[in-house]
């Protein structure tokens, strides 16, 4: 493999979609889709670390999607106990530094999941070599209406003073500080889905035609090379 230009992103957000229709093409139940988006993600993990890569944000699980379908649901929710289990007692996570968050209105869903979350963000939480970030029950809007409540406590309480609220204070008051540099979309749609509304305002995008499952390594390659030939004027 060729070296790829460089500054590579330093934080790089995909909308994982696509998983249902994969799965229709092979004539499966369309929520087994999200089996084969799993395995692209395991296999993701070593992909952003071999480009250098330090964070990534990935949309598994929106807001709206509490609203599929009961059975498609609670699949999804199996499937998110056990590869949060496994990452939990995979030894690579500590030995290779890796940060995990889990966030989003994770209070939601099944307890046992909200206390797996809590549990394997309390563990990773002093590492700092590499970040990933999984947004699940997780909406852009809503996140800004999450902070919007909390800041508006902390001036009713006499925490923050109202005549000094800024887009800095603000932001603290987020799920997550850190802006993607670039975004990848697959699955076809060229929209953002209500991902990161605040931190993507200068965020790069990208948006490949393939479903998630089918996305390749020689994929996000092609993604981050163009993302160094762009030139990123920040509205300068």
Excluded at 8 to 14: A, D, F, I, Q, R
Excluded at 95 to 112: A, C, S, V, Y
């Amino acid at each position: 493999m060729k070296p790829v230009a460089s500054p590579v992103p330093k934080h790089l957000g995909l909308i994982l979609d696509g998983n249902r229709r994969f799965a229709k093409k092979l004539m499966m139940k369309p929520w087994k889709g999200h089996e084969w988006g799993a395995r692209k993600v395991e296999k993701l993990f070593t992909w952003v670390r071999d480009l250098g890569i330090k964070e990534l944000t990935l949309y598994s699980f929106s807001i709206q999607n509490m609203n599929r379908p009961k059975k498609e649901f609670n699949y999804l929710m199996t499937l998110f106990r056990k590869e949060f289990k496994d990452l939990l007692n995979d030894k690579r996570v500590m030995k290779e530094g890796i940060k995990i968050n889990i966030i989003g209105r994770i209070h939601l869903l099944p307890k046992d999941i909200y206390d797996l979350f809590q549990e394997i963000m309390e563990k990773t939480k002093d590492n700092n070599n590499y970040i990933i970030n999984f947004a699940i029950a997780y909406g852009g809007r809503e996140e800004v209406v999450d902070a919007v409540m909390k800041l508006s406590q902390d001036v009713k309480d006499g925490k923050v003073d109202a005549n000094k609220i800024n887009e800095e204070i603000f932001q603290n008051y987020l799920y997550t500080t850190d802006e993607p540099d670039l975004i990848i979309r697959t699955g076809g749609a060229h929209r953002t889905s209500n991902f990161l509304i605040w931190q993507s305002s200068y965020s790069e995008y990208f948006f490949f035609e393939k479903t998630w499952p089918e996305f390749e390594k020689e994929d996000l390659i092609e993604a981050v090379e163009d993302y160094c030939q762009r030139e990123r004027r920040f509205g300068k």
